[in-house]
């Protein structure tokens, strides 16, 4: 609910401070007052995009701002997922500087114009008789009887199952398409695999081969330096192994007249067991290392292999030759298993598709109900509105296969006349007869659909006498249980309201203001909007009987 709206420098309003009531509250004024401007501002708290051109002064910014009371709108998860600040009280600024360049705050947070335009379709619900052009609109159609329905769970359910229906068909479309290429594709994939797969690839290969490699090209050289190490550490008299023996010998000799002997004796020793395995080794691997010529060509062979296909798929590691080969696998064993494949994914389809199909014909019973009850309703108040021969329908038939919105088209058809059958409303009711359809509309789907604050833009144009009458009835009744903002040249609607303002333009400086109209001022301004600029006693009378 909206509870206060400032305006600074917009259009002709230099400021303008309105504090609102929370049922019915009447704006009036005269044609060029600036109604339609104070509804402009209200805009730009709601999201809409701002014009530089707005500015009163070209040299200071333009500053809306709006104080809204939404304790009871259930928004805490919009603020949490859009990361603001909940609270009870929310305020919303929407800045214009000179430079043009437009700024949003949702309680003192900066917030992007996509989500102030979401933050305010949730609060205010303006209509004029531009907007009655949603009629023409499917989706708008379908909201006012699925409201009306209680169809809310089930859009929910239905909206999970056809999405779950669409992507069981992307997926079916997409594996079909795969193997048709796949298919066309199969003998240069089996080429491509079978090449692959003949060299049996594991990864870390190339870097064994290539130091086996390098092992093979320098046997000679490394044979050479086993032995002759091996001969030069275990020759029989001068070997270094006979040598340090010899030498830990004289140490032990002299141990008893000199202290350090025993030591070095000890180190020499644990020399002697080290460089004794070292030749042990040395021995071993002797025997081990060998020249195989044949080996040497097969591992050259295999490596030349490895890098042709390194050239061939534009890698450089042997694991990257192994997921293609993998790769090309998959696509084998797609198309070898197609058939069962594509089996697969048609049941889950079908599943898919009936699971969506009864969940839709729930909501199309749902809403056959609903569109006869909200007929009944609409061509009831329609008569108290001074269309007593006017025809209204519901008129909903299969759609042409399932849409995100179910399996049903939906139209309303009207005829303002016995003699008419019934047609699509947009295209044969006048401006009037839609305004009054919509009245009718919100009237009856206010409380399903949770609008907390509506907002008239003369709504009434066109009616007078017992028919402006019964609006203003409708529309005090429609206030009854949330807030409406009325914007309205007829008295007898005006004199519904709990509150009243009052727009005007100044003679002087030609600003627009607006004055929130104490009681007696009311009966001035309805008893002007009676009689016009001269008031006459009688106009003054039949006012307090109207307030009344």
Known sequence: MLRHLTVENYALIERLDMTLSPNLNIITGETGAGKSILLGALGLVLGDRADIATLKESGRGCVVE????????????????????????????????????????????????????????????????????????????????????????????????????????????????????????????EFQHSQLAALGLRAGELEELESEQRLLDNVERITEALGEGGNLLDEDENGVLARLKRIEGYFQKVRDVYAPAEEIAERLRGTLVELKDISAQLGEQRERVEGNPARAHEVVDRIDAIYTLFRKHGVQRVEELIAIEKDYAQRLGMIVDADQALESLEREMQTARRRAEECAAKITASRKRAGEELSRKVVAMLSRLGMEHSSFLCDIRPADGLTASGGDSLAFLFSSSTKFQPQPLERVASGGEISRVMLCLKAL????????????????????????????????????????????????????????????????????????????????????????????????????????
């Open 66 to 189: 709006g104080c809204f009371e939404i304790g009871a709108y259930h928004l805490e998860e919009f603020f949490e997922e859009n990361d603001l600040e909940w609270a009870e009280e929310c305020i919303i600024r929407r800045v214009i500087t000179p430079a043009g360049k437009s700024r949003a705050y949702v309680n003192d947070l900066p917030v992007q114009l996509s989500v102030l335009k979401e933050l305010g379709a949730r609060l205010i619900d303006i209509h004029s008789q531009h907007h009655s052009l949603m009629v023409a609109d499917e989706r708008f159609r379908m909201s006012i009887v699925d409201a009306l329905a209680g169809n809310g769970a089930l859009r929910e359910e239905y909206r999970l199952s056809f999405a779950a229906l669409r992507e069981a068909e992307s997926n079916l479309a997409s594996l079909r398409r795969k193997v048709e290429e796949a298919q066309k594709d199969r003998e240069y994939i």
């Open 445 to 548: 789907v206010a409380d399903k659909m949770e609008m907390p604050t509506v907002v008239f833009d003369e709504i009434d144009t066109g009616i007078s006498g017992r028919i402006a009458d019964v609006t203003g009835q409708i529309i005090a009744e429609l206030s009854a249980g949330r807030q409406v903002i009325n914007i309205t040249h007829l008295p007898q609607v005006a004199s519904k309201g709990d509150t009243h303002f009052k727009v005007y333009k100044d003679s002087g400086d030609g600003r627009t203001h607006i004055k929130h109209l104490s009681p007696e001022e009311r009966i001035s301004e309805v008893a002007a909007m009676l009689s016009g600029a001269d008031v006459t006693e009688a106009a003054l009378e039949q006012a307090r009987a109207l307030l009344k």
